[in-house]
């Protein structure tokens, strides 16, 4: 006999392994209490997979950001142990006397959320659950507001009933529903943003797949190919006859031999006819008959050797299959080759040009110079100063590498399996890998003879070299150009948004998922970073993410120049990457 002990929150603030179904510990108000400081400081869903509260708050020191990170890890072994260290790490990185300033206008609301921690009426609880054995759970499910309420997350959520046995057993379990009661949110913003979510965006995290929205191909006529003795000819096939052509002969001239005259006539006009005194015979000519031809004589080239033919004056081995190919001479071959050589035509790849490696599509980044980073009052702090930089060519994946692609290095045994189920399930093969962290994303570029992008490497594919904001350009990020901010609900198939892709044809630049950078982050690298071929710092404690993904809510984390720090170690669903190679066979 037991009693049983309702579990009730809002399902923004109840850790993962709550809502999983998991064992309630103290580091599950550890992270309440950090989605709720979240939330204050940033007017958005936390999450463990959230972006650091600085990248969406430049207010926010990044100290205090790394504290807040913590807290939201989603594994809880990761956060601090008890809400006393969590909330002493605040106070160390100078959080809470930085939000007693009147400047921000959630200053109060947080200092009375750490005041109620103080005095021990936090509402989940202080210092961890009470001595209790878990037995068990069972359900409690509540009653939607009405058709069509909307999902809220500030709309209570009951978890799971975890049974409590006490000392003394009682005749019947006696369960009991411990209410939380939540204040509203403190921002219009706030308010007017959840008014708005439907039931589909609290489950935004599903891995449900949508339908992909891919371009309209045009088609293409292919004819159908002739037979080997025709030839394609306006549109139809048309047989090959070939048609012997005579070879011109030398004919002698045929000449005649006239009946000579007497000798008292003369010939006149082809007759014989009686000269006048006046008139002087003409000579008599006599015509004989030769066999000799009167026709112009071609001089007769030199024969060509057996298997040679007379090429434009010149004579030339006749190649016309394999076998003959291999019985020709040595040094016609030579000869042959070294012509090729010198009038063969060395093809380079263009800007944009894609190439095919193993079957996964690399595009063409041709050498030059960009300009990287920004400057205007929207970007981050850490993308300025903008400066020039210099590129040697490269190659880069069209799309982020996907579950199926990355399945093949875990099948191969040189990759870790990500942190997830559906990495191998066949209907999610073409979403991009997720839940990796920047070791397993490194090991597999290594793996398939390629590497992570650079920051510089990454931007350029991403803005090209008329310094635009996004990969499509300086217009606002939309629903057919990005997935972010949840408007899919939900990590989409690499590839999905050709509309957004940049100058040289590269996809998902911006949003859908984060993507690992090869270098460690330095909010101060652009200030002494190499102007040709830059790669980070030698070390650091974060590395760089760029590209936002479905969750990020503002547009500037999607821009091209928009960088972030992350813990090397982080899983999560956000996180995914793609790979740079110098050269594609």
Not at 19 to 25: I, K, L, N, S
Not at 142 to 170: C, H, I, K, R
Not at 302 to 322: E, R, V, Y
Not at 517 to 542: A, H, T
């Amino acid at each position: 006999q037991g009693s049983y002990q309702s579990i009730v929150g809002s399902a923004g603030y109840l850790a993962p392994e709550i809502t999983e179904g998991g064992d309630y510990t103290v580091r599950s108000d550890v992270y309440s209490l950090g989605a709720v400081v979240y939330r204050l400081l940033t007017g958005q869903r936390a999450g463990y997979n959230a972006p650091p509260p600085h990248t969406v708050n430049r207010s926010v020191p990044r100290a205090a950001s790394r504290v807040i990170s913590k807290a939201l890890r989603g594994d809880p072994a990761q956060r601090y142990a008890s809400v006393d260290e969590f909330v002493d790490a605040l106070e160390r990185a100078r959080l809470v006397g930085m939000l007693t300033r009147p400047a921000l206008v959630v200053s109060g609301l947080l200092v009375l959320v750490l005041a109620l921690w103080g005095v021990g009426v936090w509402p989940f609880g202080r210092g961890g659950p009470p001595p209790v054995e878990t037995a068990g759970a069972a359900v409690v499910t509540s009653t939607p507001a009405g058709e069509g309420a909307l999902a809220d997350e500030e709309t209570p959520v009951a978890v799971a009933a975890v049974p409590t046995f006490t000392n003394t057993p009682t005749s019947a379990p006696d369960l009991t529903a411990t209410a939380v009661v939540y204040a509203t949110d403190v921002a219009a913003t706030i308010a007017a943003r959840d008014a708005t979510a439907t039931s589909a965006a609290v489950t935004a995290m599903a891995d449900v797949p949508t339908p992909t929205q891919l371009p309209t191909s045009t088609p293409t006529f292919t004819p159908t190919p002739c037979p080997a003795d025709a030839v394609l000819l306006q549109g139809q096939c048309a047989t090959l006859t070939p048609t012997p052509i005579p070879t011109p002969t030398s004919s002698p001239t045929a000449t005649s031999t006239p009946t000579p005259c007497p000798a008292n006539t003369v010939l006149r006009q082809g007759q014989c006819a009686t000269p006048t005194s006046t008139e002087t015979p003409s000579p008599t000519m006599t015509f004989t008959s030769t066999s000799a031809s009167t026709s112009t004589k071609t001089p007769t080239p030199t024969p060509c050797p057996t298997d040679w033919m007379l090429l434009q004056g010149k004579c030339a081995p006749i190649i016309t299959s394999t076998v003959e190919r291999s019985t020709a001479t040595a040094q016609a071959q030579a000869t042959a080759r070294a012509r090729l050589t010198a009038t063969a035509l060395v093809v380079e790849p263009v800007a944009g040009a894609i190439r095919q490696h193993e079957g996964v599509p690399f595009v063409f980044i041709p050498a030059g110079e960009f300009a990287m980073g920004a400057d205007d009052e929207d970007s981050d702090g850490d993308a300025s100063p903008i400066h020039m930089v210099f590129l040697d060519e490269y190659w880069i994946m069209q799309t982020e590498v996907t579950n199926f692609q990355f399945s093949r290095c875990v099948d191969a045994g040189a990759c870790r399996p990500p942190d997830n189920l559906i990495w191998k399930n066949v209907a999610y093969a073409e979403y991009p890998v997720t839940d990796v962290n920047w070791s397993d994303a490194a090991n597999y570029a290594k793996w398939v003879g390629g590497a992570l992008p650079t920051e510089a490497q990454w931007e350029k594919a991403c803005r090209g070299t008329d310094g635009r904001i996004y990969p499509w350009g300086a217009q606002e990020p939309s629903n057919d150009l990005a997935n972010f901010d949840y408007l899919r609900g939900g990590v989409m198939p690499a590839g999905s948004y050709w509309l957004g892709r940049s100058p040289y044809g590269v996809l998902d630049m911006s949003g859908n998922v984060a993507e690992w950078i090869r270098d460690w982050y330095d909010d101060n690298f652009y200030s002494v970073s190499p102007l040709e071929n830059p790669v980070g710092p030698m070390n650091g404690n974060e590395q760089v993410v760029r590209g936002g993904s479905f969750i990020s809510p503002y547009t500037r984390s999607l821009r091209c120049s928009s960088r972030i720090g992350v813990a090397p170690d982080r899983r999560e669903r956000v996180y995914g990457f793609r790979v740079v190679r110098s050269s594609v066979p």
